[in-house]
C-alpha cells in the first residue's frame, strides 16, 4: 500500500503546478484523499480535499480560487492543479487518503494513508 505525490518544482510566482497522487497495492474508489504541505518552521496545514461519493471538495481559504483538487479513478490518482502560485505557496506538498465514502476532511490525524512528499518551490 503507497501513495505518491510528484510534480513539484521550481516555479516563479504566478506560474502553475499540477500535482498528482498515485495510489499502488490499493483502490482509490474508497478513500477520501486530503492534500496537506508543511513549509519550514510552520504546522503542516490542510490545503484541500476530495470525497469518493459525490467527488464534494474543501479548500483552504489561502488557497481558494486558485487550487483544484480532482480525480482521475480510471488512472487511480488525484490531482492538485496549482494557478496563481506565491511565494507562501512554498511547502512540502503530501497526499493523503482516508478510507471512506462519504465527505473529505483536511484533519491529519483522520488519514489513514500518507505518501512521500513533493517540494514545491516558488521564487518571487
Known amino acids: 500500500v503507497q501513495l505518491q505525490a510528484s510534480g513539484g518544482g521550481l516555479v516563479q510566482a504566478g506560474g502553475s503546478l499540477r500535482l498528482s497522487c498515485a495510489a499502488s497495492g490499493f483502490t482509490l474508489n474508497y478513500y477520501a484523499i486530503g492534500w496537506f504541505r508543511q513549509a519550514p518552521g510552520k504546522e503542516r496545514e490542510g490545503v484541500s480535499c476530495?470525497?469518493?461519493?459525490?467527488?464534494?471538495?474543501y479548500y483552504a481559504g489561502s488557497v481558494k480560487g486558485r487550487f483544484t483538487i480532482s480525480r482521475d479513478n480510471a488512472k487511480n490518482t488525484v490531482y492538485l492543479q496549482m494557478n496563481s502560485l506565491k511565494a507562501e505557496d512554498t511547502a512540502v506538498y503530501y497526499c493523503a487518503a482516508e478510507i471512506g465514502y462519504e465527505g473529505c476532511t483536511v484533519v491529519a490525524g483522520r488519514m489513514d494513508y500518507w505518501g512521500k512528499g513533493t517540494q514545491v518551490t516558488v521564487s518571487s
Open positions: 476530495i470525497s469518493v461519493s459525490d467527488g464534494s471538495t
